[in-house]
């Protein structure tokens, strides 16, 4: 009998308002956004984790094997693979146009580029109030601190806490105001 593996840990960066952790998430088939549209779980469970503060994070000031971190307090969970956000079919829903747009945001603590992908024309009140999901997706992204420039990094997929996002500023990609 042939056993399929639907969980597996994934390796991640999480941010908060003070601290930079990295460590192993566990996931099931429906990927890291599955997992933050959870309802049932208020949590997340991360393995093996190093945690630094935001004004010094190369610096660790703490390891754990297992340390529980609230999801409404996170505000950004980095990754570095797109696939380890989840399936498509479970990130977009339906057969709908997919546009990038080009994104600027400003958290409390946070500077971030990127793309968000949308269908059909951008609008900022949706994309507030859209679904029960507090986190957006986020591709090519460059994050930076906003008091503590030791703080870059770039990844091609993050999920962003809408509830801490301060402001955005966006625009259509030039290739596709073309089409």
């Not at 977009?92 to 603590?109: F, H, K």
């Not at 990844?155 to 073309?178: D, G, H, V, Y």
């Amino acid at each position: 009998m042939v056993q399929s593996h639907t969980v597996r840990f994934l390796p991640a960066e999480f941010l908060t308002n003070n601290h930079f952790i990295f460590g192993q998430i566990r996931v099931s088939q429906s990927g890291l956004f599955g997992m933050m549209s959870d309802p049932s779980s208020a949590y997340l469970e991360i393995k093996d984790a190093s945690i630094a503060r935001i004004h010094k994070p190369d610096k660790v000031i703490n390891y754990t094997q297992v340390l529980w971190l609230v999801k409404q307090q996170t505000i950004a969970i980095c990754v570095n693979k797109r696939e380890y956000i989840g399936s498509q079919a479970v990130v977009r829903s339906g057969y709908t146009r997919i546009i990038p747009y080009d994104v600027q945001i400003i958290t409390p603590d946070y500077e971030i580029t990127g793309t968000l992908e949308w269908s059909g024309r951008f609008e900022f009140s949706v994309l507030m109030s859209e679904g029960t999901n507090a986190f957006l997706i986020l591709y090519d992204v460059t994050l930076s601190g906003v008091l503590f420039p030791n703080l870059h990094i770039e990844r091609p997929a993050i999920l962003l806490n809408r509830k801490f996002l301060n402001s955005m500023i966006c625009q259509k990609k030039a290739t596709e105001e073309q089409n």
